[in-house]
């Protein structure tokens, strides 16, 4: 019985397999990995993955594929975790020692922001991450410091990973086809992120990038000074998205840790 995709959970169905052996060469997973594919769908790309590995977790939250992953696979070789991938505790996933997690994924977009910083809190257990997103997505995670698309989610992700564009996937890939291109990305955590109270970061860069056609000096005032801005090296007629990281991170500093609000995400 053929599976009709929920518009709920964001459901676009990976089918080409052109595409789908292109994204085995990115990823190369190999035997002893220990790997973790979130929203397997329908398992095109699962079953490729488990050519390579001798097992496999998955999170996937609709419950009618659920099923269907049970019926057509090892469970063995896979194993299920029903539930929210913005829920799941992917700490929990077993990894031998010496190894860290591998993460992929073709994301359902209307959760895709929230996912990936999601993720940023198991990333010293990660060994690397490849998505497939929205193409405009990907653009904004690896935009440099400049460009019309770097902003928030450029600067958090970028605090914590190395990230690439990998190669660009046309809507005709997918049942149904999305109304626009995807596109894979690696992401791989850096080990030493640049020193820095994630929470105040998270706080300055969200100030920063709410009015970003105002001049930095508008955008956090009340949060900093002129005087603070330049001690960070920051040209206070700037606007945000010509400020770069490490910039941010010397701002962060300065937040001090009784203007610390709680984590928005």
Same mark, same amino acid.
């Given at each position: %019985?053929?599976?009709?995709?929920?518009?709920?959970?964001?459901?676009?169905? +990976?089918?080409?397999?052109?595409?789908?052996?292109?994204?085995?060469?990115?990823?190369?997973?190999?035997?002893?990995?220990?790997?973790?594919?979130?929203?397997?769908?329908?398992?095109?790309?699962?079953? %490729?993955?488990?050519?390579?590995?001798?097992?496999? @977790?998955? /999170?996937?939250?609709?419950?009618?594929?659920?099923?269907?992953?049970?019926? $057509?696979?090892? !469970?063995? &070789?896979?194993?299920? @975790?029903?539930?929210?991938?913005?829920?799941?505790?992917?700490?929990?996933?077993?990894?031998?020692?010496?190894?860290? +997690?591998?993460? /992929?994924?073709?994301?359902?977009?209307?959760?895709?922001?929230?996912?990936?910083?999601?993720?940023?809190?198991?990333? !010293?257990?990660?060994?690397?991450?490849?998505?497939?997103?929205?193409?405009?997505?990907?653009?904004?995670? /690896?935009? !440099?410091?400049?460009?019309?698309?770097?902003? &928030?989610?450029?600067?958090?992700?970028?605090? &914590?990973?190395? %990230?690439?564009?990998?190669?660009?996937? !046309?809507?005709?890939?997918?049942?149904?086809?999305?109304?626009?291109?995807?596109?894979? /990305?690696?992401?791989?955590?850096?080990?030493?992120?640049?020193?820095?109270?994630?929470?105040?970061?998270?706080?300055?860069?969200?100030?920063?990038?709410?009015?970003?056609?105002?001049?930095?000096?508008?955008?956090?005032?009340?949060?900093?000074?002129?005087?603070?801005?330049?001690?960070?090296?920051?040209?206070?007629?700037?606007?945000?998205?010509?400020?770069?990281?490490?910039?941010?991170?010397?701002?962060? $500093?300065?937040?001090?840790?009784?203007?610390? %609000?709680?984590?928005?995400?």
């Amino acid at each position: %019985m053929k599976h009709v995709a929920k518009k709920r959970f964001g459901q676009n169905f +990976l089918t080409d397999h052109t595409v789908l052996y292109d994204i085995m060469r990115v990823v190369v997973p190999q035997a002893g990995d220990a790997m973790v594919e979130i929203g397997p769908g329908l398992g095109a790309m699962t079953r %490729m993955l488990l050519e390579s590995l001798k097992q496999l @977790h998955v /999170v996937e939250l609709d419950r009618d594929l659920v099923k269907r992953l049970h019926a $057509n696979f090892d !469970p063995a &070789r896979l194993i299920v @975790h029903s539930g929210d991938a913005l829920q799941f505790d992917f700490a929990t996933i077993p990894v031998p020692e010496g190894q860290k +997690l591998r993460v /992929v994924g073709n994301l359902p977009y209307n959760i895709s922001s929230p996912l990936l910083f999601h993720l940023t809190g198991i990333a !010293p257990l990660v060994q690397d991450q490849h998505f497939m997103l929205q193409k405009e997505v990907v653009e904004r995670m /690896v935009a !440099p410091p400049g460009s019309k698309t770097y902003g &928030r989610l450029s600067v958090m992700l970028q605090w &914590r990973y190395k %990230m690439e564009l990998m190669f660009i996937v !046309p809507p005709t890939a997918f049942d149904p086809p999305p109304r626009v291109e995807s596109a894979i /990305v690696r992401m791989i955590p850096i080990a030493q992120p640049l020193a820095c109270n994630q929470q105040a970061l998270e706080q300055v860069v969200l100030k920063a990038f709410s009015q970003r056609r105002k001049v930095i000096r508008n955008c956090v005032a009340g949060m900093f000074t002129e005087t603070d801005l330049r001690a960070a090296g920051i040209d206070p007629t700037l606007r945000p998205e010509a400020v770069s990281l490490e910039q941010f991170v010397a701002l962060a $500093n300065l937040l001090p840790p009784q203007a610390l %609000m709680p984590t928005v995400v």
